[in-house]
């Protein structure tokens, strides 16, 4: 089932990336559909913002990062009731055969390998989200 928010509402993302080139390029990706965007470095920092209170639909997190790893980050959300239906998608740009089953047994919802394109991030969050463009 896909999650959809009334016309009048954004979704509230959170890019988890540790590369700013790579942060910047997710950014203008899905600028164009109605979200409200918050970058964190690591999964450190991606669980205090989720712990602080902030309210997101998604995350779009890069599985290798520095302080704490997507895995280990998605791990922690996961354990946390409040936040099981977060949509989280892992990106990596080091895929290896296996990856995906593992990304998605640690508890994330999608996986994307990079570089990453405008189509593939479209697929992903069309496959969760309801996107309109703003």
């Known amino acids: 089932m896909k999650f959809k928010k009334p016309k009048s509402q954004y979704y509230n993302v959170i890019i988890a990336e540790d590369n700013p080139e790579h942060q910047k390029?997710?950014?203008?990706?899905?600028?164009?559909?109605?979200?409200?965007?918050?970058?964190?470095?690591?999964?450190?920092?991606l669980l205090d913002k989720l712990n602080y209170g902030r309210t997101y639909d998604i995350v779009i997190m890069d599985i290798q990062m520095p302080v704490?790893?997507?895995?280990?980050?998605?791990?922690?959300?996961?354990k946390n009731p409040e936040f099981s239906n977060l949509i989280i998608i892992g990106l990596t740009a080091f895929a290896m055969q296996g990856d995906e089953q593992i990304a998605l047994s640690k508890g994330m919802n999608d996986y994307i390998t990079k570089p990453i394109t405008k189509q593939t991030l479209h697929r992903a969050l069309s496959r969760h989200l309801v996107l309109k463009k703003s």
């Open 25 to 45: 390029l997710i950014k203008k990706l899905i600028e164009q559909y109605n979200v409200n965007i918050d970058i964190v470095n690591n999964g450190q920092e």
């Open 68 to 78: 704490m790893d997507g895995y280990t980050a998605t791990e922690a959300i996961r």
